[in-house]
Each structure stands twice: as structure tokens, then as C-alpha cells.
């Protein structure tokens, strides 16, 4: 059994076997990137939303279709609902304890989030493509 003064384990846990799953960094991470990306693409989907306040449909058609401003959408739509998966993947491990209704949220959840941002970003698409 190790004793290291840098093994935070307890006893029990050092007794099992049982430690890091070596996993919540990258979940962790991709958490916050997401974040900055949508953080980011707000401001400048606010920004544009605050200057076409009195606008008709044809010219927020026009912007919608623009190339860079779609590419933002499209870019804001996939940070968002995976960053909306990460989220609710940590509120089910945290407070579903039976794993059977667990493996079952988290594939509700994702099919969720992939088909919404699958029909978010497609409805962008038909836009800036002129259908």
C-alpha cells in the first residue's frame, strides 16, 4: 500500500483500487470551450440583432445568408447544444443513481442535442444557400 504524501486518496479508496477516472479534465475543459464559443458568437449575434431592430424580412434574410455571419450561427448552434449536452451529462451523473435510468437519459440526451442542432444548423444552411 502506498503511503506517498501526494496520494490524496483515503485508506478505503487506496484499499479498493479505486481513484481518479483520469476523465473530468477533458470534460472539463471542452466544458469551458464551449462556453468562451458561445460567449464570443453572442456578442456578435447581439450586435447585429441591436442594429436590425427596425428591419424588414428581406434584409435579415440578406444578413442571414451572408457567408461570415451564417458561418457564426452555425458555429454558435454546435457550441451551444453541446455545450447544453455537457451540462445535463453532469446533472445525470451527479443525481441519477439507477444506471439503468441513467444510460437511458444520457442517450435521450444526446439524440436530443444532436438532432436539434442538426435541424438548427440545416435550417441556417437552407437559408444561406438561397433554398
Given at each position: 500500500?502506498?503511503n506517498?504524501?501526494?496520494?490524496?486518496?483515503?485508506?478505503?479508496?487506496?484499499?479498493?483500487?479505486?481513484?481518479s477516472?483520469?476523465?473530468?479534465?477533458?470534460?472539463?475543459?471542452?466544458?469551458?470551450?464551449?462556453?468562451?464559443?458561445?460567449g464570443?458568437?453572442?456578442?456578435?449575434?447581439?450586435?447585429?440583432?441591436?442594429?436590425?431592430?427596425?428591419?424588414?424580412?428581406?434584409?435579415?434574410?440578406g444578413?442571414?445568408?451572408?457567408?461570415?455571419?451564417?458561418?457564426?450561427?452555425?458555429?454558435?448552434?454546435?457550441?451551444?447544444?453541446?455545450?447544453?449536452?455537457?451540462?445535463?451529462?453532469?446533472?445525470?451523473e451527479?443525481?441519477?443513481?439507477?444506471?439503468f435510468?441513467?444510460?437511458?437519459?444520457?442517450?435521450a440526451?444526446l439524440?436530443?442535442?444532436?438532432?436539434a442542432?442538426?435541424?438548427?444548423?440545416?435550417?441556417?444552411?437552407?437559408i444561406?444557400?438561397?433554398?
Amino acid at each position: 500500500m502506498s503511503n506517498r504524501i501526494d496520494d490524496l486518496r483515503t485508506p478505503t479508496k487506496r484499499a479498493r483500487g479505486l481513484g481518479s477516472a483520469k476523465d473530468g479534465v477533458h470534460h472539463f475543459i471542452w466544458q469551458r470551450v464551449t462556453a468562451v464559443t458561445i460567449g464570443l458568437c453572442a456578442l456578435w449575434l447581439l450586435g447585429i440583432l441591436l442594429t436590425l431592430r427596425s428591419a424588414d424580412y428581406s434584409i435579415i434574410h440578406g444578413l442571414v445568408a451572408d457567408p461570415i455571419n451564417a458561418s457564426v450561427l452555425v458555429l454558435f448552434l454546435i457550441a451551444m447544444f453541446w455545450h447544453a449536452r455537457l451540462g445535463v451529462q453532469v446533472v445525470i451523473e451527479d443525481y441519477v443513481h439507477t444506471p439503468f435510468n441513467a444510460v437511458v437519459l444520457q442517450l435521450a440526451t444526446l439524440i436530443f442535442c444532436a438532432l436539434a442542432g442538426i435541424a438548427s444548423v440545416l435550417a441556417v444552411l437552407r437559408i444561406a444557400l438561397g433554398s
